[in-house]
């Protein structure tokens, strides 16, 4: 059922773009084989500003792709309007400054990605005209870049505050960022940031934006990881995010908690400030940051496999 609803999406997605033919035979050529696409993820977020590096890590496959094409992710999506380099920034072959800004799609299959005129497409009926698909050369180098924008935001709960979609009185719900994503290992520090208000929130609640979903089971601290820290500690459990949600569908905690277990099962609920026994920022498994970029020189991208 899931995946009917991804594929609808991916529809809705690319509506207004003429598919002809040949592309609606890659489509169904890309559903039917033994599809596989590069993802990359997002590796660190600057604490004070909306600046994200992206890039491949160790899950990323540049040669043959690593992800199953019937799998929804974001598309990492770029403008480049020659900007400076940012203070605080030093371009390098691994990761490069795009003199633009980056977001991320709505999720789509793979297969919804049948052309790299398609994701552009898709890039640009999401943001404007402009907008394309992030390449990995797009930091003049390899690897990784940066880019103005905070690819990962979401709604995440406060229990001693009114600062909630289902109880703000200002009209604005708090939310959380990633801050980094281990290299080497799926963990991800979520936190507030410069734009976080815990006390009467940060984001009016008609913005569209995953929720942050959490489930403890208690496993240990992984090494390097100090589940003392009342500032990031340890959340002992797995994160993952919805896709982007209506603060004014959260209507209640119960309602916010039963959208994580509608989508991820039992055990799942809203992630709240103080998971970690602390506040500001807990860290957890699971890599919530993972979507879908394109290669120029690699067939690594989910229309290669329609060619083929």
Known sequence: MRRRLWASLACLLLAG???????????????????????????TKLWDRDLALVSSDSHTDAYRGD????????????KK??????????????????????KLSAPVPGYALYSRAAADGLCASQF??????????????????WAFGDPIRMWTAIDDQPANPWNTNTGNAMTW????????????????DYRTNAYSGDTPVGTRLPVLCLRQDGRPAPPGIDPGDYYNGWARGEAKITPPTKGTALTSRAAADGLCASQFGTGWR???????????????????????????????????????
């Not at 309007?81 to 980056?102: A, H, K």
């Not at 394109?294 to 496999?305: T, V």
């Open 17 to 43: 773009m003429l598919m002809s033919p040949a592309a609606a035979q890659a489509e169904a050529r890309l559903k039917a084989a033994d599809c596989m696409g590069m993802t990359w993820s997002v590796k």
């Open 270 to 308: 809203m992630g709240e400030f103080h998971d970690a026994g602390g506040g500001w920022g807990w860290w957890a498994e699971g890599d919530v940051g993972r979507f879908w970029v394109a290669i120029d020189d690699q067939p690594a991208n989910p229309w290669n496999s329609a060619n083929d």
């Open 177 to 192: 960022t990633l801050r980094a994503h281990d290299w080497g290992r799926d963990l991800t520090d979520f936190t507030s």
């Open 81 to 102: 309007t020659g900007l400076p380099v940012p203070p605080g920034i030093t371009p390098g072959f691994y990761d490069g400054w795009t003199g633009g800004n980056s």
């Open 67 to 78: 992800t199953p094409c019937e799998v929804p992710l974001p598309v990492l999506c770029l």
């Open 128 to 145: 404007g005209a402009g907008w394309r698909m992030g390449e990995f050369h797009d930091g003049d180098g390899g690897w990784g870049w």
